[in-house]
């Protein structure tokens, strides 16, 4: 038997399939959009949410970085180095820590990826009334919150 594309799209969004597959589908879907668009800043998908978090709190440390992304100092130390790297980030000693903030260059791609974020909340809302927007946005709070 052949399926053409829409039946097997169509087959695979059952009633019964459950959450973890279309999460998935998103975040890769999210990832390639992000990718795409900023690879002309050499800035991959993983290191975009670790800016953003710094940017958004001008200065923290490495273990606060950790607390607030939910990874482990490690990989936090590994996408810092490729940060710093890019001229992203700088590293400031103080006391026994080092303090992290973002650079000027930092601070525009952060600004721009963050825009990009926007647009693809603008895609998805493509599919939603305002209503189910923001229930759909306050489910995923709940959920993550819950979670973590």
Not at 100 to 117: F, H
Not at 129 to 136: C, K, L, V
Request: aromatic share 8%; proline share 3%; no cysteine.
């Amino acid at each position: 038997m052949n399926f053409n594309e829409d039946e097997i799209y169509h087959s695979f969004l059952d009633d019964d399939i459950p959450s973890s597959p279309l999460i998935s589908i998103l975040y890769r879907e999210h990832a390639k959009f992000i990718n795409e668009i900023v690879k002309e800043d050499d800035l991959s998908f993983g290191l975009h949410p670790l800016l953003i978090s710094i940017y958004k709190n001008d200065v923290l440390n490495q273990e606060q970085l950790a607390q607030i992304s939910h990874l482990n100092e490690s990989t936090i130390t590994r996408n810092l180095k490729k940060l710093e790297d890019k001229g992203l980030i700088e590293r400031i000693p103080h006391k026994r820590k080092k303090l992290i903030k973002t650079t000027e260059k930092g601070n525009l791609t952060a600004q721009k990826v963050m825009d990009y974020d926007e647009m693809w909340d603008e895609q998805i809302k493509l599919s939603l009334s305002d209503e189910e927007y923001n229930n759909f946005l306050n489910t995923l709070k709940k959920i993550t919150h819950d979670l973590i």
